[in-house]
């Protein structure tokens, strides 16, 4: 075992162009917690985030559009998941 | 239908709808990408490696200018657990005809180059620009609505990834596929001199190497690690179903942490620079979701239509989505000479996936994808793999045993019975 990964920083290498006030993913009001959990586990970005007294934050700013917690959640967490609008979001210098 | 309607429009500028595009205007077609990434390629990742065999069929000779990374020449498989590993390495030296071979590659710049080519040939891109909505006219596509404006088509193209919006919303793809159909991603592309990859992977000139890992990687679950060496970077990542990802102990960026600092790798991309993060979905359930393929007026190709094949030791995407691209691009042909875009009229890309190795493969692994998901694969083969290597190879004064009686102890402690019937379904469904 290592150390906790730290998923920001790896981000703040990828260029992004962030919809500013316009976010693609939106999550319900009051997610189910338990599904919460999974993608906690599960978003390669770790953007599902759990605080410390059990409050849910979410930015969909450093979002890699995979769609891995609509796929695995769907309807449960989410009230909308769209791709970002032409031009935004991730942009692979690589891929 | 008015009539500068498009013969074709392509959602997504990725393999299957660039070499759609390049087929159909290769033609003469009038054929429209429309791209929601600044380019073709933005949004685009891969493992990864391509088999070179449907490209090869379509563009030959096309390594010698597309920008591939390397020719994989070694192939390596390892079942690892948290402090061992045990390889089967295969050395490749043999001369081997361009559809044989297999290129280590990076998306961003090979899917550019494959507009390039599909431009040459007379297809028009527009990138930057996100489809909204399929149009429909009576129950058939009739073209796109993108960024409020409509465009019509006498076919439309769904390649639009593994992630089809669209093909949901005609109802084509069902909306929720369940998670244990899916596996997520992600992979770091680290830096390293070129001088340093040939040397720590014992490459020549343009060799490659391909890495495939089962056990710790994905933390016991159905899945894996894998390293492909690029020209002067390293692709590194996992894969983990997302089937039982809310019971396990770590998150999928933790794994991938955990094997980049596994004492088998981390020697490896020591010193190396992080040039970029990313993640993506994986299509495993194989046959079983591939969904309504033909429509009045519209096609579904690529991972949109689940089109890839994990077999443990070779995974594929990139080549299915070639294959289904240039199927789905001459059923649009067929269907102009026709003039018939009706799913009738369109139905030789079924046909024509039936005739290729793509269906053939996909049903000759139909029962994988279930047999994948037998936990032993993932975390008590490696081990035991592991315990009885260990025995084999350490010596500490303790008074040897038969090789046999190693062997059996620790078959036993996974069961025979187990085995067998693993071992069983696992041949069976190879």
Not at chain 1, 24 to 48: F, M, S, T, W
Request: proline content about 4%.
């Amino acid at each position: 075992m290592t150390e906790a990964v730290n998923v920001d920083v790896k981000l703040g290498v990828n260029k992004f162009y962030v919809d500013e006030g316009h976010p693609h993913i939106i999550l319900k009001d009051n997610p189910n917690i338990q599904e919460y959990r999974k993608l906690v586990n599960a978003c390669p970005a770790g953007l599902y985030k759990l605080e410390q007294d059990g409050s849910v934050r979410f930015d969909s700013a450093g979002c890699l559009e995979c769609g891995t917690c609509k796929f695995l959640c769907g309807e449960t967490i989410l009230e909308k998941w769209e791709y970002p609008r032409g031009t935004f979001g991730i942009e692979y210098r690589y891929g | 239908m008015s009539e500068e309607a498009f013969d074709a429009i392509v959602v997504g500028a990725g393999l299957a709808g660039c070499v759609a595009a390049y087929v159909l205007a290769k033609e003469g077609a009038d054929v429209l990408v429309i791209e929601r990434g600044n380019y073709a390629g933005s949004k685009n990742m891969t493992g990864g490696r391509l088999y070179a065999h449907s490209l090869e069929k379509i563009i030959p000779g096309f390594a010698k200018e597309a920008p591939i990374e390397r020719k994989v020449t070694k192939e390596k498989v390892t079942f690892l657990t948290d402090d061992t590993g045990v390889t089967l390495d295969y050395h490749n030296g043999r001369d081997q005809s361009p559809v044989q071979e297999s290129y280590t590659l990076l998306r961003g710049e090979f899917d550019q180059w494959l507009q390039g080519k599909a431009e040459e040939v007379g297809a028009q891109f527009i990138t930057g620009i996100r489809v909204d909505e399929i149009l429909t006219q009576d129950g058939k596509v009739i073209g796109v609505k993108a960024d409020g404006d409509e465009l019509t088509a006498k076919a439309v193209i769904l390649a639009e990834g593994v992630n089809p919006v669209l093909g949901e919303q005609l109802g084509m793809v069902k909306p929720k596929v369940s998670a244990d159909a899916m596996a997520v991603g992600v992979k770091e592309l680290i830096e390293l001199p070129e001088a340093v990859i040939k040397d720590r992977f014992n490459l020549q000139d343009d060799e490659g190497a391909a890495w495939l890992f089962a056990g710790s990687p994905s933390n016991g679950l159905m899945g894996g690690g894998f390293i492909y060496t690029n020209r002067t970077s390293i692709s590194l990542g996992i894969v983990c179903g997302l089937h039982g990802i809310g019971e396990s102990d770590k998150s999928v960026p933790q794994m991938l942490e955990d094997f980049k600092n596994h004492s088998l790798i981390k020697p490896l991309i020591e010193g190396g620079k992080l040039l970029e993060y990313s993640g993506h979905v994986v299509p495993e359930a194989g046959l079983n979701m591939v969904p309504k393929l033909v429509d009045d007026g519209v096609l579904i190709t690529g991972d949109a239509a689940g089109f890839c094949l994990n077999v443990g030791y070779t995974v594929r995407g990139m080549d299915l989505a070639i294959a289904s691209g240039e199927a789905a691009a001459k059923a649009v042909l067929a269907a102009r000479a026709q003039q018939d875009f009706s799913a009738q009229g369109l139905s030789s890309y079924q046909s024509l996936l039936e005739e290729s190795f793509l269906m053939k493969d996909m049903k000759l692994y139909k029962q994988l994808p279930a047999f994948m998901e037998t936990p032993r694969i993932f975390n008590q083969y490696p081990k035991m793999v592991a315990d009885i290597m260990h025995e084999m190879f350490i010596i500490d004064g303790t008074p040897a045993q038969p090789l046999r009686k190693t062997l059996l102890k620790h078959c036993k402690e996974v069961g025979f019975m187990n085995l067998i019937k693993d071992g069983y379904k696992g041949v069976t469904s190879i």
